[in-house]
């Protein structure tokens, strides 16, 4: 009985340390915010790996004005003002974008643009593969009840 009960604590702390992991993913489109269940969410991470993976442009920084400026923080959270989708990793998600690897803790897709932030600071990726985002935009934008 005792290693019943052991087996039993065990199962339950694996299956809780499993949901921890999972990241946290919502989306505001039209001002409505919703969170994604956990069963899709699987899906929707290895939707975004896919079309990040087979991302065409990569960069760290811009310029304005004559003058480089890197990507901050700041960025993601004015790209998270309009209609976007959030994945927040409890542990990072790696994914190699035109042969870099990035670790990423936290990803925005607005206006056609996904903003990474990663351990070596905020990166934008852009001119992916129609068939990859394809697959993306059919998860990002199923039927969700409003939080």
């Known amino acids: 009985m005792r290693y019943l009960l052991t ?3 065990l199962t339950m702390a694996t299956t ?6 999972l990241p946290k993913v919502t989306r505001v489109i039209d001002g409505r915010k919703t969170t994604y269940p956990e069963k899709t969410i699987r899906d929707g991470v290895r939707a975004l790996s896919d079309v990040l993976e087979a991302c065409h442009y990569l ?8 003058k480089e400026i890197q990507y901050t923080a700041d960025d993601v959270k004015t790209a998270q003002k309009g209609d976007h989708v959030r994945f927040v990793f409890s542990k990072l998600l790696l994914v190699d974008v035109l042969d870099k ?3 990423v803790s936290e990803a925005v897709f607005a206006n056609g643009a ?4 990663c351990k070596k600071g905020v990166v934008r990726c852009s001119k992916y593969e129609h068939d990859k985002m394809d ?7 199923q039927t969700l009840p409003t939080d």
């Open 7 to 9: 087996a039993a604590a």
């Open 16 to 21: 809780a340390i499993c949901a921890e992991d």
């Open 59 to 66: 960069a760290d920084s811009r310029f304005e004005n004559g």
């Open 101 to 103: 690897e990035l670790d």
């Open 114 to 117: 996904f903003w990474l932030v």
């Open 135 to 141: 697959r993306f935009e059919k998860w990002y934008r």
